[in-house]
């Protein structure tokens, strides 16, 4: 099954076309280190949980909106390799100018346990 990469980031609302780009800049580096799939899903319906929600875990504020991607990899050992190598990459190393705060990003790769389509 492949691996996934997962992210979360607050992205201040007016610099969404500017997220955009900037993501896919990102997304086409991504591929060519062996990247199979990436999602960057701008956030609609985030509710405020009362113990904890992706707004608190982001420290996210009233002018800023939640941002969830994902990268898909065909296996641990790739994205290991591509992740590495993306890092590396001179295209990278243009992109200075950020359009949110990276410090406040929380992300993870995580081990498909279940990966189910209809039809």
């Keep these: 099954m492949s691996y996934i990469d997962g992210f979360v980031i607050a992205v201040p609302t007016a610099n969404k076309e500017a997220y ?5 800049k990102a ?3 991504f591929f060519d ?3 199979l ?16 929600d992706f707004r608190m875990a982001v420290k996210a504020t009233p002018e800023e909106t939640v941002v969830f991607s994902w990268i898909e990899w ?16 001179a ?4 992109a200075t100018d950020m359009p949110f705060d990276g410090q406040r990003m929380i992300f993870g790769g995580f081990a498909s346990l279940l990966d189910l389509r209809k039809g």
Aim: charged share 40%; aromatic share 4%; hydrophobic share 40%.
């Design 20 to 24: 955009r780009v900037v993501a896919e």
């Design 27 to 29: 997304a086409q580096i």
């Design 33 to 35: 280190h062996g990247a």
């Design 37 to 52: 799939r990436l999602v960057e899903a701008w956030g609609d319906d985030v509710p405020e949980g009362k113990v904890t």
């Design 74 to 89: 065909p296996s641990r050992e790739a994205r290991d390799a591509g992740m590495k190598s993306f890092m590396e990459d």
């Design 91 to 94: 295209r990278l190393k243009e």
